[in-house]
């Protein structure tokens, strides 16, 4: 484990190095499709008469440069064909490095799949002097008794999400506090070793440096949801292409995340199946007549599925938008019925706010939020993520969450485990203390 | 028969669809052409080393570097020899005739010559140097004439030295020698040494002394600290070292009332601002009943 805090310390690292050159690239590796960002840093702020930035003062970057290819190679969130993956990382990078106009070597990256598990940890300590230093956060963050999450996982977020002195909790920032104890929560999300290791050769591959990683789901979480639904506890189901991801944020932390193994990659494939047409002509069945909700009018509605079989009873066969929504609906209940699972798995009937968020991009279909009212509870919404500078008309939609919310991470990324210092104890220095005790000792 | 091959061609796959993905190689590339530095260096330095080459792969030969200083000098000489740019004539105003002559023999070229070989301001300052010359101003009329406009020091004074005589102008500036006295009668004399630094007041004691004017034969400056007017008759008048024209101005006074000048005085001593004190030329009792008087007198 001290590998990978050594790694994500390195990672913070080039963040920084990246920051200061002043260009950075966001790539969200997804099962339906890669976008790249090109996110220019100048720091200089443009005060406005009001005296509030832009933005949710979230104006210090720009977007100077954005492609989106079509995803190959990535199956569950994953990476299931490392060249392909490799060659679609590489268009998007290229493409967005061409209109942007500039060379970028640094990338922080986010994927859905690689199993993430959330863990909360608790740690105590006694303070020697009272008043809380930064080694002594340190020293509580060490303090965790981490679970046993079996070999093949590695932590991909350590977030401190509660600090409690004596018997006054939900501290955020302890230092400076007088107390006897200094108790903390920190929330641990660990992924498959493997997946994440195919992802970042792929990317090594591409000649980039991996400036950060993060969890899908929590970038999206990050993007979508307003200010007072992270802060009074809202969960943010981003619903992709062949994984759906759910994050619970409460108090501005991220508390819980999971995934599904299923999005709208299934749904493509039923229609596919069930209507017996190519792949590709599901999805635009999908996108431009799929639905959740039937009604009288549907049962009119004929669409043309067309073939090019050269048939020509199968190329001019119809079906009702009734027969399409019949396909789909299944199929979105039985997502939206494993988020339910996992929510009530996290607990989530116990927050004061229950606020549901959908987004990604199988969040589109229409009705969704009616079907999902019914399955998951009252407060459903439609989230789209926030706007950030700069960035183009065509990836603003829902199926974008993760890829701005990953700029906010680039912008402002929350202090994890690794970003606090190093407690004093597990320093090598100890072991030159030693030598000078055996120096004492022997003279 | 059809050949298999056309048959096979018309139904067999179309050409399976290109990758959109750049190749690695490709994608390097480009990565390298977006780089600042390589690129200033690819459009500045390459186009940079190229001229250079060329240019240095010409003139590496001997013969051909010599042409082309010889043409650039034919070309430069063609523009300097045009009729517009000769000077014929130079024309001095203001001076007098050896003044003039001595002008004419500092021009560094002959005439016609062209204008840009005549440097103007190391010749007006050369000009400058002669000491007869208070000021000189040059310029090239139209029609190639070199025009100097002289304006000459004009003497005031003539300051006897052991070599002779000179000429100086009212800032004590050497102006020329006089061989002969008599040739410049209406100019007084000066003597001593330093007197050249203080002709404008060795003037203002010659203008206080007016109404002698006609008896005054010079000035002697005095251990260069202070004046003696000399007079005909071997008479002198010390004049102190502070504010001489009061003190020359006492003596006039004096004389106008008590005729002091035409007695038979052989010094009149204003150096004591208190009084002044004059010697008598006389026998030689007199004298001493004089000096037994004034020594008793104090």
């Known amino acids: ?443 | 028969m059809r050949s298999l091959g056309g048959a096979d061609r018309r139904y067999s796959d179309p050409a399976p669809r290109r990758d959109p993905a750049p190749s690695r190689l490709a994608f390097r590339i480009e990565r390298l052409w977006l780089t600042p530095m390589f690129r200033v260096a690819l459009r500045v330095g390459v186009p940079f080393v190229l001229a250079a080459s060329v240019a240095g792969g010409y003139l590496a030969d001997d013969e051909r570097r010599a042409s082309l200083q010889q043409s650039l000098a034919d070309l430069r000489r063609s523009v300097e020899e045009r009729p517009e740019f000769m000077v014929r004539l130079m024309a001095i105003d203001g001076a007098s005739e050896p003044v003039a002559k001595a002008i004419r023999g500092m021009l560094p070229v002959t005439l016609p010559a062209s204008s840009f070989h005549i440097d103007l301001g190391a010749l007006r300052a050369a000009i400058a140097q002669i000491d007869a010359v208070a000021g000189a101003e040059l310029h090239i009329r139209k029609g190639g004439v070199l025009q100097v406009t002289v304006t000459e020091r004009e003497p005031v004074i003539l300051w006897r030295q052991a070599a002779g005589l000179e000429m100086l102008d009212a800032g004590g500036h050497r102006v020329a020698t006089l061989l002969d006295r008599t040739a410049r009668p209406d100019l007084p004399v000066i003597a001593g040494e330093g007197a050249d630094a203080l002709v404008g007041e060795a003037m203002a004691i010659l203008a206080a002394a007016g109404p002698v004017g006609d008896r005054i034969r010079g000035l002697v400056r005095m251990g260069e600290r202070r004046w003696d007017i000399v007079l005909d008759r071997d008479q002198r008048i010390l004049l102190p070292e502070t504010d001489p024209v009061t003190a020359v101005q006492r003596v006039i006074a004096l004389d106008q009332a008590e005729d002091l000048l035409g007695r038979d005085v052989v010094v009149v001593d204003m150096r004591d601002d208190r009084r002044p004190t004059i010697r008598l030329a006389a026998g030689e009792g007199e004298k001493l009943t004089i000096m037994n008087t004034e020594v008793t007198g104090q």
Request: hydrophobic content about 40%.
């Open chain 1, 1 to 443: 484990m001290t590998d990978l805090y050594q790694s994500q310390r390195a990672m913070r690292n080039m963040r920084r190095a990246a920051m200061q050159r002043g260009v950075v690239a966001v790539l969200d590796v997804g099962s339906s499709k890669i976008a790249c960002l090109v996110l220019q840093f100048d720091g200089t702020e443009d005060i406005r008469e009001d005296g509030l930035g832009s933005l949710a003062g979230q104006s210090q970057f720009r977007v100077i440069g954005a492609a989106t290819t079509r995803s190959r190679g990535v199956r569950f969130g994953e990476v299931d064909a490392m060249a392909e993956t490799e060659r679609a990382i590489r268009t998007a990078v290229q493409a967005a490095q061409k209109m942007a106009q500039t060379r970028v070597d640094h990338v922080i990256a986010c994927f859905s799949g690689a199993r993430p598990r959330s863990y909360g940890l608790a740690g105590e300590i006694e303070l020697h002097d009272g008043q809380v230093s930064e080694q002594d956060v340190a020293r509580v963050l060490a303090a965790c008794d981490v679970p046993d999450f079996g070999v093949g996982r590695e932590v991909l977020h350590a977030h401190p999400v509660n600090f409690a002195i004596d018997h006054r909790s939900g501290l955020g920032d302890p230092r400076g506090h007088v107390g006897n104890k200094l108790a903390a929560d920190m929330h641990l999300l660990t992924i498959d070793t493997t997946a994440v290791q195919n992802l970042l050769h792929c990317i090594k591959r591409c000649d980039l440096e991996i400036a950060g990683l993060a969890s899908s789901s929590y970038v999206s979480g990050l993007s979508s949801l307003v200010e007072d639904e992270q802060e009074l506890g809202a969960a943010c189901i981003d619903m992709g292409g062949g994984a759906t991801g759910l994050s619970i944020f409460i108090k501005k932390h991220m508390i819980f995340a999971d995934s599904v193994r299923l999005g709208g990659d299934h749904v493509t494939s039923d229609i596919s199946k069930g209507l017996q047409v190519p792949l590709t002509t599901a999805e635009r069945i999908k996108t431009i007549h799929g639905g959740v909700h039937a009604t009288g009018m549907d049962d009119r509605e004929m669409i043309e599925i067309g073939s090019d079989c050269g048939d020509w009873e199968k190329d001019r066969r119809q079906v009702s938008r009734t027969e399409l929504i019949g396909i789909m609906r299944p199929r979105v209940e039985e997502i939206l019925e494993e988020i339910r699972a996992l929510l009530d798995a996290a607990g989530f009937d116990q927050l004061p706010s229950q606020q549901i968020v959908l987004t990604g991009g199988a969040s589109q279909i229409p009705g969704l939020d009616m079907l999902a009212a019914r399955i998951l509870g009252q407060n459903v919404r439609l989230g789209r993520p926030l706007r950030v500078q700069g960035l183009p008309q065509a990836a603003t939609g829902a199926a974008f969450a993760s890829t701005v919310g990953l700029c906010l991470f680039a912008a402002h990324p929350q202090d994890e485990w690794w970003d606090f210092e190093i407690p004093a104890e597990r320093y090598p220095a100890r072991s030159l203390r030693r030598a000078m005790k055996w120096f004492k000792d022997n003279w």
